[in-house]
């Protein structure tokens, strides 16, 4: 077979008209035949082998079968069903080859992300137990958005993964951003809605004028920007850190995504940093109302003087027992109020089964306590009055007249 190098070479000399065939031949080095032979043809020459048989091809039939009943059935157990026992990378190789015939293909559109149209949510959970107070070690969710056009990343860890703790990390995120994009996209987080919405997470979305997208299960690739985030949390942030705390966390995290955002991206052409403002320009503003994100709850003040939050236990002050009052937890403090009026607020706790107590309301109850015992001691001791019944009354009923009534004396002998 001719070589490339002599191919090309026989074809320049004799586009040139000065030598012929015989002179060609001598010059190359080869035989007046292959010159002939390279002039004939127009493309460059190629090694064709003829195709022989595979040790496959004895069981392209079975193979054939099990993938027309189950198209997604896995090379290895194939090879198991039909006793293969030759090499693995070729055995899957050929049912590469076959499986298209028999799986209906799924094509993934090219994905144009416009400026302010869309951030991706996602909850990534460090690998790591982090104290959390009180003897106790978790992982606490890390709420994660990610700016499909800029690749603006922000973070927060949250105490919980609930509904009232996902929406407030949200607006904590959007009032940090100063701007609401069109879309919020999250997968089937129970939090926010599977298949529906809560109404929560709808009230949410209706106050600051956008749309919660959820995507349809087992579709990670929908919000592969913010699953690839995740990863690289994992991988440059947590490497070599330690924490004291998820108020620690959220600071090193809030100090380090600076850095992260002005990583560049090829695809992008520019650092998330210098394309933000770009994102947040076709974003729009703030509403004028702040959305609902805490958690609410309505209780009589029992005699313990002690609300649940979130399994935590908040003491409040005694003098409203008995009376109705208003618990709310925010992600940062759980506050009381009755009629509007404030009358306790703690620091919320990331433990939990907790019993969280204000030593003024401790000593404000020993002073109810002693004021109502006082009280009991100095209490008069009531009589019962018991009326006397008139005798005359039965002279009436009987018509006795006492004083016209002779009376007669018996004298004992």
Not at 187 to 211: C, H, M, V, Y
Not at 312 to 328: A, E, F, K, L
Request: aromatic share 8%; hydrophobic share 40%; charged share 25%.
């Amino acid at each position: 077979m001719i070589k490339l190098d002599d191919w090309a070479k026989i074809r320049h000399l004799h586009s040139t008209g000065k030598h012929s065939k015989r002179e060609i031949a001598r010059l190359v080095g080869v035989s007046r035949g292959t010159v002939d032979r390279a002039l004939a043809v127009d493309r460059a020459p190629t090694y064709q082998r003829e195709p022989t048989g595979s040790s496959f091809d004895a069981f392209a039939a079975q193979v054939r079968g099990l993938l027309a009943a189950t198209p997604t059935m896995p090379a290895a157990t194939a090879a198991e069903r039909v006793g293969w026992s030759g090499s693995p990378s070729l055995f899957r190789a050929k049912v590469a080859e076959l499986r298209p015939d028999y799986v209906v293909p799924d094509p993934a559109d090219r994905l144009v992300h416009p400026p302010g149209f869309q951030v991706q949510c996602d909850l990534w959970f460090p690998h790591e137990d982090l104290p959390l107070g009180h003897d106790q070690i978790d992982t606490p969710p890390v709420l994660v958005m990610t700016s499909t056009f800029s690749g603006f990343i922000q973070g927060r860890m949250l105490p919980t993964r609930t509904t009232p703790d996902l929406l407030g990390g949200m607006w904590s995120l959007v009032q940090e951003a100063g701007a609401v994009p069109t879309r919020l996209t999250w997968d089937n987080e129970s939090g926010i809605g599977r298949g529906k919405l809560t109404e929560p997470a709808s009230a949410f979305a209706g106050t600051l004028g956008t749309q919660i997208k959820l995507l349809k299960a087992r579709d990670p690739e929908s919000k592969g920007m913010v699953e690839r985030m995740n990863q690289f949390f994992r991988s440059r942030f947590m490497s070599g850190r330690a924490f004291t705390s998820p108020d620690d966390f959220n600071e090193q995290l809030a100090a380090w995504l600076p850095v992260a955002n002005n990583r560049l991206s090829r695809s992008r052409r520019g650092r998330p940093n210098d394309l933000i403002s770009i994102d947040r320009a076709a974003m729009r503003g703030l509403p004028p109302m702040a959305p609902e994100v805490v958690f609410r709850n309505s209780v009589r003040l029992p005699r313990d003087y002690y609300v649940r939050a979130f399994s935590n236990d908040y003491s409040v002050d005694p003098t409203m027992i008995g009376r109705v009052v208003d618990v709310s937890a925010s992600l940062d403090t759980v506050s009381v109020h009755h009629d509007g009026v404030l009358i306790a607020e703690h620091r919320r706790k990331w433990a939990r089964q907790l019993t969280v107590t204000d030593p003024a309301h401790v000593a404000r109850a020993a002073e109810l306590r002693a004021q109502f015992q006082a009280q009991r001691a100095r209490r008069p001791t009531v009589t019962a009055v018991v009326e006397t019944a008139s005798l005359a009354r039965y002279d009436e009923l009987f018509r006795v007249d006492i004083e016209t009534a002779p009376t007669e004396l018996a004298v004992a002998s």
